[in-house]
């Protein structure tokens, strides 16, 4: 095991806690457990493409990375007219 996947392995409480957290709670604490939780998976998904050696990995990251903000923006849109 390479101490990349040993990385990405230690990564898996920090994802697992607020992916549980945008289960339960109030739509705010939901809405920043999800921004966390996918900042989470950015970074491990970089690990996958040094530990794996793929780079698509890295296509993945920066796709999530540059998708998270505008999509939570909306959801807060919508949450805000319509709920």
Do not use: N, Y
Request: proline letters at 4%; aromatic letters at 8%; a negative charge.
């Amino acid at each position: 095991m390479t101490s990349w996947m040993l990385a990405l392995v230690a990564l898996l409480p920090a994802f697992a806690i607020p992916a549980v957290a945008a289960c339960h709670g109030g739509t705010a604490g939901r809405l920043v457990a999800v921004q966390l939780a996918t900042s989470v998976a950015t970074l491990m998904l970089i690990l996958m493409t040094f530990a794996f050696d793929q780079s698509a990995f890295i296509d993945l990251a920066l796709t999530l990375a540059l998708l998270t903000l505008p999509g939570t923006l909306i959801i807060t849109l919508f949450l805000e007219r319509w709920l």
